[in-house]
């Protein structure tokens, strides 16, 4: 699992926040009566229920580490693979694991989460597929999956072994792959590889938010300060102190749909956990939620991109779903599900300057309060009340930020 590089740290928070499938060659069949808008509720507090076990796994594995996730990975990789097996214990573990129903629902979340992602043209997540070679799962795929969206099937050459350990290797990073543990699972043949990439573009360059930059002081500790590239001005955004922890809220729209990035900072760096476990509670979050109110302040905001690569084999095993049984999937070939890939890149967007650095929302030389986001935080990415992305940024050592 690779480590989050440099990590977007702006603030966050109403009911919605943006993740994302906008892939030009990629046409997702999907529309809004797909799903009743009664359902809503429900399905965010499935997402919420995936994503907050995938996390607290990660988390607790690497402890006072930038760590990120997204449920909806999780979600289309399970929901893909019981497309081809429904029936037996293994397919009850699925469900079970997605806390769903039955396929149907499944089938519909997916859809929802489709419909929430192509809303935005700077983002997307990308399903692909890794076959057998027979390459008899990636034609099934393209038939049964297509309904909630067309994904990408690739076909791994198995016979070579040199190539085959090439391209699966480029899908880990460390410490994953230290020990060469996953790379001689996921090479045996007639192996099936699902791998899903969600990348987010974020712009902010919404008329609540400054257009300033500047250096400014990150704490990593209470004894470390380094130099980070921040968003500086005054800005219109939700925020929310709770005085009896130290914790700042703070929420900053981007891509103009409505999304923003729910942060929580402790004043005390070694409270991130408190956060932590508020933003994996989903009563405690919407309480927060729930709290916030529309002001203007003068922000300073650390900014940053976020890079990772998750493998969640470890993680479903945790959960009593082993994928090695899920054998004979099909009817002439025994195939075996290797690996789970999850990728997420987040990136911000070039900041267009304009004639001020401050929002145009807010007044300009009046004494406003001050909102300094330069110490180790907890976000999570919402939008149409679905949380779609979420981690912590640490850095962990002077220099780490390049």
Not at 106 to 133: C, F, G, T
Not at 234 to 259: P, Q, S
Not at 349 to 365: L, N, Y
Request: include cysteine.
């Amino acid at each position: 699992m690779r480590k989050i590089l440099l990590i977007l740290a702006c603030a966050a928070t109403i009911i919605q926040l943006a993740s994302a499938y906008s892939k030009k060659d990629k046409d997702c069949k999907c529309h809004d009566s797909d799903t009743e808008i009664g359902q809503r509720s429900r399905y965010a507090d499935i997402i919420h229920e995936i994503q907050s076990s995938l996390f607290n796994y990660f988390y607790k594995k690497y402890p006072n580490k930038s760590v990120s996730v997204t449920g909806s990975s999780v979600l289309s990789i399970l929901t893909q693979l019981a497309l081809h097996k429904p029936r037996g214990a293994d397919y009850e573990k699925l469900l079970q694991i997605l806390h769903v129903k039955n396929i149907e629902e499944a089938k519909a979340l997916a859809r929802l989460i489709v419909n929430i992602i192509n809303k935005d043209k700077n983002q997307s997540q990308k399903y692909e597929v890794y076959a057998d070679r027979t390459q008899l799962y990636t034609r099934i795929f393209l038939n049964n999956f297509k309904e909630v969206c067309d994904g990408e099937a690739r076909y791994l050459n198995y016979k070579n072994n040199v190539e085959a350990e090439s391209n699966i290797n480029d899908w880990y990073s460390p410490p994953e792959n230290k020990d060469h543990g996953i790379r001689s699972r996921c090479y045996r043949r007639n192996g099936l590889i699902f791998k899903t990439t969600l990348n987010m573009s974020i712009d902010f360059s919404h008329p609540n938010n400054p257009s300033g930059r500047a250096l400014v002081d990150y704490y990593v500790d209470s004894n470390t300060v380094v130099k980070i590239p921040s968003l500086h001005g005054n800005a219109r955004v939700l925020y929310y102190k709770d005085t009896e922890l130290n914790i700042e809220y703070v929420g900053i729209y981007y891509n103009n749909h409505g999304a923003v990035l729910l942060l929580g900072m402790p004043n005390d760096t070694k409270d991130l956990p408190r956060v932590v476990e508020i933003f994996t509670n989903k009563e405690k979050k919407d309480k927060i939620i729930r709290s916030l109110k529309l002001i203007c302040v003068e922000l300073t905001t650390i900014l940053g991109a976020v890079h990772m690569k998750n493998n969640l084999v470890p993680y479903l095993l945790g959960q009593g779903f082993n994928p090695n049984g899920y054998y004979n999937v099909f009817t002439r070939s025994t195939a075996n599900v290797n690996a789970y890939v999850q990728h997420i890149n987040i990136v911000v967007s070039e900041i267009q300057q304009r004639a001020s650095i401050h929002s145009p929302m807010c007044p300009i030389g009046k004494c406003l309060p001050k909102v300094r986001l330069n110490k180790p935080m907890a976000y999570c990415a919402i939008q149409d009340e679905l949380s779609l992305a979420l981690g912590t940024f640490v850095i962990e050592r002077k220099g780490e930020y390049v």
